[in-house]
């Protein structure tokens, strides 16, 4: 199982000339500064320190490369998936420079890059879609790049609203041409929606390969 084996940084990319070489499949994570996102890619990794998690938002601002351990990413040694972890969007404290950087290097690898398949688009459960995620949803749309939404932290709300929140974010999406249809509900403190989660991207992964 792909998922099974040790995983390992390979690097962080602050501008689009540092990008490894295009050849595996790569998958993104992408989401507010605190949603979560660090902690999910460990969780369906099952490496707790491997993305790093921080109470400090807006830690990462490089896109973080991740491969199944045995495999530089280099020509010859290119493994069958990568993960990149995007940087986090929506905290208060960030000059606009640095704003304006992070949706250029976003925006530039959203629409440059051929071998990206699917950016998973995480949403806290406890808000829902708010105004910045709506925003990268357009980001999203207008890049043309296939996206699903992943809800984080649903152990923090009451299990019967989590079936209302599915349909509400589906409801939101519905219209999105890049938008996969179905919504994807996990934690990654108590483990819910993870094997769900890592099959959707086997199943791609699937027919990439066809």
């Not at 629409?111 to 699917?118: A, I, M, P, S």
């Not at 910045?132 to 999203?140: C, F, I, P, W």
């Not at 249809?181 to 086997?202: N, Y």
């Amino acid at each position: 199982m792909l998922f099974a084996q040790g995983w390992v940084f390979i690097r962080g990319v602050p501008a689009m000339k540092f990008l490894p070489p295009e050849g595996p499949v790569e998958i993104a994570f992408a989401g507010r500064s605190n949603v979560g996102k660090s902690s999910l890619i460990n969780a369906i990794i099952g490496q707790k320190g491997l993305a790093r998690t921080s109470n400090t938002p807006g830690r990462t601002q490089e896109l973080n490369y991740f491969v199944p351990d045995g495999h530089s990413g280099e020509d010859g040694d290119l493994p069958p998936l990568a993960v990149v972890d995007m940087p986090g969007y929506g905290f208060a404290e960030a000059p606009k420079e640095q704003v304006d950087a992070w949706t250029r290097l976003v925006f530039d690898y959203l629409r440059g890059r051929t071998t990206l398949k699917r950016v998973y688009l995480l949403i806290d459960a406890r808000h829902g879609v708010k105004k910045n995620d709506a925003e990268v949803l357009d980001l999203l749309d207008r890049a043309a790049v296939s996206y699903q939404i992943v809800l984080t932290k649903i152990d923090k709300i009451k299990p019967a609203g989590v079936p209302r929140l599915i349909e509400e974010t589906a409801q939101a999406i519905r219209k999105r041409a890049a938008a996969y249809p179905e919504i994807l509900a996990t934690s990654s403190e108590k483990g819910g929606g993870l094997d769900e989660l890592r099959a959707a991207i086997a199943q791609l992964l699937e027919e990439q390969r066809k």
